[in-house]
């Protein structure tokens, strides 16, 4: 687990301490010391600490900058997506199971759809809320049909009645070439061993599969073996592949 939760000044202390509650810890003031993970609340909101991450700025999630950056930069990504959800009249109502770095989710969200994201980790799930917060002063229209829940998705197999998608992204397996990709997935890594959390894609995908939906969307990387054989339809990029479930 993380071994200190910081405050970087007093007037900070009270939420920071609302905060590390949720982790069951305490905030503490400074000298901030960088030879162990941690946690930091301050002027840029809350930011996670790894020393063994090759970024050495505190790992901080920003939507702010998003609406022109991360959707110019996924526009390929957004295609296939796209063609994965299909056509719809209405708003779809999806469930992603696999929040991360909400990258997906804000393109749902950009579409017009409604999107319920679970994260599993307690640690990205705080650094989620924070930043969602943060925007929701400047994007609050984006966000407005947002929730974040904390959570194993394959404990919300019961209450999943409500939607028309779910969407499954786990992590990739690690690769020599692309498993430290981009600092932010790095970053990702390192909360999940902090936190000591493993998956085991193909048993989720297993109980995942069993939510009444009219479909179920699964990100794989394009040359990995889909977790069930009986695809309705795929959708291939250079990279990553969506199989679709109906
Ligand atoms: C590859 S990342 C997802 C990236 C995300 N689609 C995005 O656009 O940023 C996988 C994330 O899903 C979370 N996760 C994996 N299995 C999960 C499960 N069964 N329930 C909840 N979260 C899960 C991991 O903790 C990790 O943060």
């Known amino acids: 687990m993380v071994t200190k939760f910081f405050y970087t000044s007093e007037i900070y202390k009270d ?3 609302d905060i590390a509650n949720f982790l069951g810890m305490s905030a503490c003031s400074g000298p901030i010391k960088n030879d162990r993970a941690h946690l930091v609340f301050g002027e840029s909101g809350l930011s996670f600490f790894h020393p063994e991450a090759r970024a050495k700025n505190p790992f901080n999630l920003d939507f702010q900058t998003g609406s022109s950056g991360w959707r110019l930069k996924r526009a390929d990504h957004e295609k296939l997506i796209k063609k994965a959800l299909g056509k719809s009249d209405k708003p779809l109502k999806i469930l992603d199971c696999t929040a991360g770095l909400i990258q997906d989710s804000l393109l749902f969200l950009t579409l017009g759809h409604h999107v319920t994201a679970i994260e599993q980790s307690k640690i990205l799930f705080l650094l989620l809320q924070d930043a969602v917060n943060r925007s929701k002063e400047t994007h609050n229209e984006l966000f407005k049909n947002f929730s974040l829940i904390h959570g194993n998705a394959c404990s919300f197999v019961q209450n999943a009645d409500d939607f028309d998608v779910i969407y499954y992204d786990p992590m ?4 020599k070439k692309s498993a430290l ?7 990702l890594s390192k909360i ?3 936190e000591q959390i493993s998956n085991e894609p193909q048993m989720d995908f297993e109980v ?6 009219n479909k179920m969307i699964v990100k794989r990387p394009i040359k990995a073996e889909p ?6 339809y795929q959708v291939s990029g250079k990279t990553t592949r969506f199989d679709v479930y109906i």
């Open 208 to 213: 995942l599969q069993l939510m009444p939906v």
């Open 227 to 232: 977790f069930n054989p009986s695809i309705n």
């Open 192 to 194: 999940l061993e902090v």
């Open 181 to 187: 990709g981009s600092g932010q997935l790095e970053y």
């Open 172 to 175: 990739y397996p690690p690769s």
């Open 15 to 17: 939420k920071a301490q």
